[in-house]
């Protein structure tokens, strides 16, 4: 026998006590809680997101269409970056302002070159309000997940309202489960030492989310 | 399970001297009591939580209910996605599985995601056997490989070290491993992660071969998913050609929208926030993104026999947050290591019996770890009563009875040191049946009072070591009721 | 209406003061008291080191000698929870044993009838304010069971605002066990005592004279603390406090 047989027939002789027409998932499964917490104007949901990531220490921005490649520049320049990696297709206006070397997101290219890299710029796919969340999906605005890890410094654009909702609950019927996603609160943090949150550990120890208003 | 902690004295003993190392209780205490409130707090801001708790309990439930199917469903839906799914009996099956694996690619160096099934079956040690050194890359579990050290929490495994101690290890130990930590190391809790980022940055970058664990997997559309906070984790899953996963068996959720339950109740549970920093979930292979092979194995390992435990059973929900470590009064005087597993606390006191048996003298006393307060039932986040299961399972040890043992069904013997106990209580319950018998032994008590001790000798020291017994009244209860028909005549 | 007191076999033999403050107390808000001199063990002690099948007798017991009364009230927050909790939770694994309904049908009967003392006070009598008279400086420890297992939550807290001359002040750490435990006092002795010093500690640090609880097994082991480390307060179960009056004080 082999332990796939072994340890499913394992499980078998272990359930023997429940009945074969117990409930169904759907039925077994309440669901008595919320899909969102509180109800919130659109711009107060924004407004919620601002703050939940401000408070985990990302950095929050908001510009309008005309706004935002100078504050990409700006935002490049403060961190001394000359390179930036960008994904494929992120809209080739946000960083025109900016005097920079864009790498390009290959499969070719190395960990060792990413890390070379001083800053990336990305869209997401989702913002979460309530937990302060940016949601990535490796769409062609977001590139592969590596480029948002190995750089420092990460610039994460937000288009607001559309790609906010309120809670988890709304962000997953929105996400597709096949694609790898990235959730993102902050920059990385870690409680390792006597249980107390410090930030900067191995992912990008500065986020910098910018609400583009639409 | 591993085989560290093979010979650990009983849950008592080592709790003793656990209570007499002040720096660790002081670690301890510091550590709890501030995570402790913060969990409140973060709990607070949810005001469906008691609805979230439900349905997290619920969804378990069904899943371990009807394991075999899911267990079916995930592995067609990994391997539709590109993945391969291998299934370990044991922990020596699942360390062969993976050592091959890693053997297939001709590396001879890996890099890991902080993970409870292969601290459980002791991979990192198979793996060295092998001759492929395992780099743990989670902070906590670096300060514990660097120091030498047992982890002694489930979420926070160097929970038990304060940042002096860890200045010193990183001071003295890092450079053995690889890049030196930096000259002059403060004890910084910024200073120190700092050191760890660069430390690690290197082996992350040249990593071919990454392993995991994981907190979830839908059945339905074969994703895993990792909660963390570092970004350690995030480059174990993507950066290596190679990604192997080792996940217990009950850690399955039917649909991808149950996530939207755990996803909100684990890490207000575990770190006391609304959100980890980073939560990865990967569905097999993406072409050009990350790992180019994923295997899972999938881990029973003494599972199944809890599964046959239709009171124990509720342990396999644990979502491993440590909630109930961090509430735990015991557990925080006795510290992690006195518990002789990987899982310490009230939820290892239920888990390592269960997973391990009863057979050991630690594994037997771990029932007996707790003071049945209750404080880890009211935080679990999928409600398991583990007061229940603790109860249950003492009664296996005094008891014996049928249980279930790798596969098999057994009986099992009453544990020999608690016969003295037996008789007592068998005693106390025939005196207890018998109210003249008890009324006179109570008698009896009242008559001698002036001679009894406020100490013990012997056995009684066990109390009498650090209490005063109460003084034997002149006259029970029952007695004065009888004079003075219940209060109505004269005093 | 017919109200039983179980007093616990613990309070029967080493607290009696607990059970006649009991007895006038309810006799002074009207309610006849009876004591069934059958009544001996809830069986707690065996259920919870591992013999459950040794308490199920005592249940049985418990289930006979109480069956007949409206109401059965009893000063512990542990042997309430035991029957409250617990003894559905035997007749359930009976059942599952395939040794039938019968244990869940003898307990069944009492299981709603049982109030811990200060439930019986709040929600059957309605009363908060019992007219006592206490003048000291008292501290509250809600204990493990009443706390969490009855879910007793204010209704202490209530009836100690009420009591005339008494000024009750918080514990800190209130809710955190105070590591009796019942066999864990001796199975686990140097984590139980740990835990006792730390309440002692936080009970001395209110500045308190008396430290109350609705539980004399907690207040046994905190009490032999106090003794034990020669700290200035005194352990004293929360009915003896609701007794006490100005013609008939507490000492």
Same mark, same amino acid.
């Given at each position: 026998m082999n332990s796939r047989e072994r340890i499913l027939g394992r499980v078998r002789r272990a359930l023997a006590d429940v009945p074969p027409d117990e409930r169904p998932y759907e039925e077994a499964v309440p669901r008595d809680y919320l899909r969102e917490h509180g109800k919130r104007t659109v711009?107060?949901?924004? +407004?919620?997101?601002? +703050?939940?990531?401000?408070?985990?220490?990302?950095?929050?921005?908001?510009?309008?269409?005309?706004?935002?490649?100078?504050?990409?520049?700006?935002?490049?320049?403060?961190? !001394?970056?000359?390179?930036?990696?960008?994904?494929?297709?992120?809209?080739?206006?946000?960083?025109?302002?900016?005097?920079?070397?864009?790498?390009?997101?290959?499969?070719?290219?190395?960990?060792?070159?990413?890390?070379?890299?001083?800053?990336?710029?990305?869209?997401?796919?989702?913002?979460?309000?309530?937990?302060?969340?940016?949601?990535?999906?490796?769409?062609?605005d977001q590139g592969r997940r590596r480029i948002s890890l190995v750089p420092d410094h990460h610039i994460c654009v937000v288009r607001v309202p559309e790609q906010v909702v309120a809670s988890v609950p709304q962000a997953l019927e929105r996400l597709d489960p096949t694609r790898p996603l990235t959730w993102i609160s902050g920059p990385s943090a870690t409680s390792d030492i006597e249980l107390d949150r410090v930030e900067g550990v191995h992912g990008p120890r500065t986020l910098e989310v910018i609400l583009l208003d639409g | 399970m591993s085989s560290t902690f093979v010979g650990m004295p009983a849950f008592p003993e080592a709790a003793r001297a656990a209570v007499d190392d002040p720096t660790l209780r002081a670690n301890l205490r510091h550590a709890t009591h501030t995570i402790r409130a913060k969990r409140a707090r973060a709990v607070a801001e949810l005001a469906d939580w008691a609805g979230l708790r439900a349905a997290g309990r619920r969804i378990k439930d069904h899943t371990l209910r009807h394991l075999d199917r899911y267990l079916e469903q995930l592995e067609a839906s990994v391997t539709g996605a590109g993945g391969t799914v291998h299934w370990a009996a044991d922990a020596d099956e699942a360390n062969r599985i993976v050592a091959g694996l890693v053997k297939e690619t001709g590396e001879s160096e890996v890099v890991k995601v902080k993970s409870m099934a292969t601290q459980e079956i002791g991979l990192n040690?198979?793996?060295?056997?092998?001759?492929?050194?395992?780099?743990?890359?989670?902070?906590? +579990? @670096?300060?514990?490989?660097? =120091?030498?050290?047992?982890?002694?929490?489930?979420?926070?495994?160097a929970i038990h070290r304060n940042r002096g101690e860890i200045r010193d290890i990183f001071a003295h130990e890092m450079a053995a491993w690889g890049r030196p930590a930096p000259e002059n190391l403060t004890d910084t809790p910024a200073d120190l992660a700092e050191a760890a980022r660069l430390h690690l940055r290197e082996k992350f970058l040249r990593a071919k071969v990454g392993i995991s664990g994981a907190n979830f997997m839908v059945a339905e559309t074969g994703t895993l998913v990792?909660?963390?906070?570092?970004?350690?984790?995030?480059?174990c899953l993507t950066l290596p050609e190679t990604l192997i996963s080792v996940v217990g068996i009950e850690k399955i959720v039917p649909t991808w929208r149950d996530l939207e339950v755990f996803l909100q109740t684990l890490p207000r549970s575990a770190t006391a926030e609304r959100m980890n920093p980073y939560t990865s979930t990967w569905t097999g292979?993406?072409?050009?993104? =990350?790992?180019?092979?994923?295997?899972?194995?999938?881990?029973?390992?003494?599972?199944?026999?809890?599964?046959?435990?239709?009171?124990?059973?509720?342990?396999?929900?644990?979502?491993?947050?440590?909630?109930?470590?961090?509430?735990?009064?015991?557990? +925080?005087?006795?510290?992690?290591?006195?518990?002789?597993?990987?899982?310490?606390?009230?939820?290892?006191?239920?888990?390592?019996?269960?997973?391990?048996?009863?057979?050991?003298?630690?594994?037997?006393?771990?029932?007996? *770890?707790?003071?049945?307060?209750?404080?880890?039932?009211?935080?679990?986040?999928v409600a398991i009563d583990i007061p229940e299961v603790l109860v249950h399972l003492r009664e296996r040890v005094v008891e014996g009875g049928p249980a279930v043992r790798r596969g098999n069904k057994v009986v099992l013997r009453p544990a020999r040191g608690h016969a003295a106990e037996r008789a007592a209580m068998r005693a106390a319950a025939w005196a207890f049946g018998h109210p003249s018998a008890l009324r006179t032994g109570q008698r009896l008590a009242s008559r001698s009072r002036r001679l009894h001790p406020r100490a013990l000798p012997g056995p009684g020291r066990a109390w009498s070591g650090t209490r005063d017994l109460p003084a034997v009244p002149a006259e029970p209860f029952r007695d004065w009721w009888l004079r003075t028909r219940g209060g109505k005549d004269a005093k | 209406m017919r109200v039983a007191l179980f007093l616990t076999c613990v309070n029967d033999a080493l607290y009696p003061e607990t059970g006649k403050a009991v007895v006038k107390l309810l006799t002074r808000l009207g309610v006849e008291v009876d004591f069934p001199m059958g009544q001996t063990c809830c069986g707690q002690a065996h259920y919870n080191t591992g013999y459950r099948h040794e308490a199920e007798p005592l249940a049985r017991r418990f289930a006979e000698v109480f069956g007949e009364y409206e109401a059965v009230?009893?000063?512990?927050?542990?042997c309430g929870a035991m029957v409250r909790e617990l003894y559905p939770r035997m007749g359930e694994r009976a059942r599952a044993e395939g040794r039938g309904d019968s244990l869940a049908r003898t307990l069944a009967p009492v299981v709603p009838r049982t109030y811990e003392l200060t439930e019986f006070l709040v929600d059957v009598l309605g009363v908060t304010d019992v007219g006592a008279w206490y003048p000291h400086t008292v501290t509250?420890?809600?204990?493990?069971? !009443?706390?969490?297992? @009855? =879910?007793?939550?204010?209704?202490?807290?209530?009836?100690?605002?009420?009591?005339?001359?008494?000024?009750?002040?918080?514990?800190?750490?209130?809710?955190?066990?105070?590591?009796?435990? !019942?066999?864990?006092?001796?199975?686990?002795?140097?984590?139980?005592?740990?835990?006792?010093?730390?309440?002692?500690?936080?009970?001395?640090?209110?500045?308190?004279?008396?430290?109350? *609880?609705?539980?004399?097994?907690?207040?046994?082991?905190?009490? !032999?603390?106090?003794?034990?480390?020669?700290?200035?307060?005194?352990?004293v179960h929360i009915a003896e406090i609701l007794a006490s009056t100005e013609e008939d004080p507490a000492l």
């Open positions: 711009e107060e949901t924004v +407004e919620l997101l601002a +703050e939940n990531l401000a408070d985990y220490r990302a950095i929050v921005h908001r510009a309008d269409a005309e706004e935002l490649p100078l504050l990409v520049m700006r935002l490049l320049a403060a961190h !001394g970056s000359q390179e930036a990696v960008v994904p494929p297709e992120l809209p080739p206006w946000w960083t025109a302002a900016a005097d920079l070397v864009r790498i390009h997101d290959r499969a070719a290219d190395t960990p060792q070159r990413l890390d070379r890299v001083g800053s990336v710029v990305t869209g997401c796919a989702v913002a979460i309000a309530e937990t302060g969340t940016v949601v990535l999906d490796g769409s062609p | 040690e198979a793996l060295e056997a092998e001759g492929i050194r395992a780099y743990e890359t989670d902070l906590a +579990e @670096l300060i514990v490989q660097l =120091g030498k050290d047992r982890p002694s929490h489930i979420l926070v495994p990792v909660v963390e906070s570092e970004g350690n984790g995030r480059m292979t993406t072409d050009e993104d =990350g790992p180019r092979a994923f295997h899972l194995v999938l881990l029973d390992n003494g599972r199944t026999d809890a599964l046959a435990d239709r009171v124990g059973r509720q342990a396999l929900r644990c979502i491993r947050c440590s909630a109930c470590l961090n509430v735990c009064p015991v557990y +925080e005087r006795a510290g992690g290591h006195a518990y002789g597993s990987v899982y310490p606390g009230p939820i290892g006191a239920i888990l390592t019996p269960q997973l391990r048996g009863t057979a050991s003298e630690i594994d037997a006393s771990l029932p007996y *770890a707790s003071s049945l307060c209750g404080a880890c039932y009211e935080v679990c986040p | 009230v009893t000063p512990s927050g542990s509250y420890h809600p204990t493990c069971h !009443g706390l969490r297992g @009855l =879910g007793l939550g204010e209704r202490p807290h209530r009836l100690l605002a009420a009591v005339r001359g008494l000024d009750l002040v918080e514990l800190p750490g209130a809710e955190e066990c105070c590591g009796f435990g !019942g066999t864990f006092a001796v199975k686990n002795a140097a984590v139980s005592a740990a835990m006792g010093a730390d309440k002692v500690r936080n009970a001395e640090s209110t500045g308190a004279e008396v430290l109350c *609880a609705a539980d004399n097994s907690c207040l046994m082991h905190i009490g !032999g603390t106090l003794s034990r480390l020669r700290a200035g307060v005194r352990p």
